[in-house]
């Protein structure tokens, strides 16, 4: 559920862009679960995956809840890396940005000392 389907093997993949257009209050727990595999938490959301039979068969099921329209692959994946390469290179950032603050202030040398001292 946490990550994207891999392309398929082809190279006439399409992709589907799912679209909550209603609510899944008071439709089938089921019907609900199926909202949510799909990636989608709130009306108006959209979520692009690979067309395949699988997800053909979800959006069948809650078709009366969702719009789906075609688009066109450009060949870029929908999800380059995984959430994990995502957090490492945020927090490189906030390191760097913490640095350079540092620097500014003159208190670079100081921390890096703090630092060395307490591993």
Do not use: C, W
């Not at 099921?61 to 380059?80: F, I, N, W």
Request: hydrophobic share 35%; aromatic share 2%.
């Amino acid at each position: 559920m946490g990550q994207e389907a891999s392309a398929p093997a082809d190279t006439s993949a399409r992709r589907l862009r799912v679209t909550l257009v209603r609510s899944a209050i008071g439709y089938r727990e089921s019907q609900r679960l199926t909202v949510k595999s799909l990636g989608l938490r709130r009306v108006h959301q959209s979520v692009e995956h690979y067309d395949s039979p699988t997800i053909r068969g979800m959006i069948n099921k809650v078709s009366h809840l969702v719009q789906v329209e075609e688009v066109p692959d450009d060949g870029s994946p929908l999800r380059a890396d995984t959430g994990a390469q995502r957090f490492q290179r945020r927090m490189a950032r906030k390191v760097e940005e913490r640095n350079a603050l540092l620097a500014e202030l003159g208190l670079l040398d100081a921390a890096d000392d703090e630092a060395a001292a307490s591993e």
